[in-house]
């Protein structure tokens, strides 16, 4: 499929997904409040999130088997140690933001969300920054 | 099929479904991500339309929805939080600090995890962690508990929950 047009196609599935999740449920398809409530023991209604999660997974491994190269696993060269940082900031700051690319990003934006519009303008901004800096000022490119 | 299990059933194959989509999209695959967020590099906008696809679909469905009483499995609809404050643009100031490192977020982590183990499973593991540290320290910076932790009114009226929805 050309670039383009997965991403069309990619695009479309995620809003369909959220939306049908959002219609059926009546829950935002936030990809970290899903799993920090799934984790959380006492939170109520917690089987959906559970089974939202198992859902990510199978996902990687139907991925796997169908289409490999769409899933690397190997954090695009990420030293090791930058990678944990930054997995323990995205997990705290999605929890204290209330939301990431999908719950925010998605479905906040898709809904009109003053709130959600803040929050996916601050961190395309800051992700953009720490892209430029990463890149061009320290890594000299 | 009794409700209860109509719900994370549909929840399961919604999860695969979305899963599905960030694989197609690119969202996978962190140095396109990576490529994505480098407007002065080789920029790489094809995920600007992954963005734009994902909120439409989305926002053509949620104002079907929103016209309901109540979702089709049971349940209300959420009243959710409308302006915005010092935690949110905090949290979401670190989360694209942490995305602009690695080039993941949490969807795309998960899906990743599953389809094996490495470097991004490292970087799986460390969220977690984040989140188990938010729930350990996070009192501090969280003025009131999230939307979905708290169970709803049980004298919400529906013309109410979607006033709070907009």
């Known amino acids: 499929m050309p670039p383009l047009l997965s991403a069309l196609v990619g695009g479309l599935i995620i809003g369909g997904a959220a939306a049908l999740l959002y219609l059926l449920h009546g829950r935002i ?16 209604d917690r089987e959906w999130r559970v089974a939202f999660v198992a859902g990510l997974l199978l996902a990687g491994v139907a991925l796997r088997l169908l289409a490999p190269s769409t899933v690397p696993v190997g954090g695009a060269g990420t030293p090791l140690p930058l990678l944990v940082l930054a997995g323990v900031i995205v997990g705290f700051g999605t929890r204290m933001g209330n939301g990431c690319t999908s719950g925010h990003g ?3 934006v898709g809904r009109g969300s ?15 920054a720490v892209v430029f800096v990463m890149r ?3 890594g000299g490119a | 099929m009794k409700r209860a299990a109509k719900r994370w059933i549909t929840a399961l194959a919604l999860g695969l479904l979305f899963g599905l989509g960030l694989g197609i999209s690119g969202m996978t695959q962190p140095d396109k991500v990576l490529a994505f967020l480098d407007l002065t590099g080789a920029w790489d906008p094809s995920l600007a339309l992954v963005m734009v696809a994902a909120i439409g679909a989305f926002a053509v469905v949620f104002r ?3 016209r309901r009483p109540a979702p089709l499995l049971g349940g209300r609809f959420p009243r959710l939080p409308k302006r915005p404050d010092g935690r949110l643009l905090g949290g979401a100031a670190l989360f694209g600090l942490g995305w602009g490192l690695a080039g993941i977020c949490p969807g795309p982590a998960l899906v990743d995890l599953g389809a094996g183990l490495g470097d991004v499973a490292v970087f799986s593991a460390a969220m977690v962690g ?12 969280s003025g009131q508990a999230p939307p ?4 709803p009114a049980p004298e919400a009226v529906p013309g109410v929950i ?5």
């Open chain 1, 114 to 128: 003053a709130r959600s519009i803040w929050a996916t303008g601050t961190f395309m901004a800051v992700a953009i």
């Open chain 1, 136 to 138: 061009h000022v320290i």
């Open chain 2, 64 to 66: 079907i929805a929103r």
């Open chain 1, 106 to 108: 998605v479905c906040g």
């Open chain 2, 162 to 166: 979607r006033q709070g929805v907009r």
């Open chain 1, 29 to 44: 398809a936030g990809v970290s409040g899903i799993l920090g409530s799934a984790v959380a023991p006492e939170t109520v």
């Open chain 2, 148 to 151: 979905d932790r708290v169970a």
């Open chain 2, 130 to 141: 984040g989140i188990l540290l938010h729930r350990l320290v996070g009192a501090g910076v």
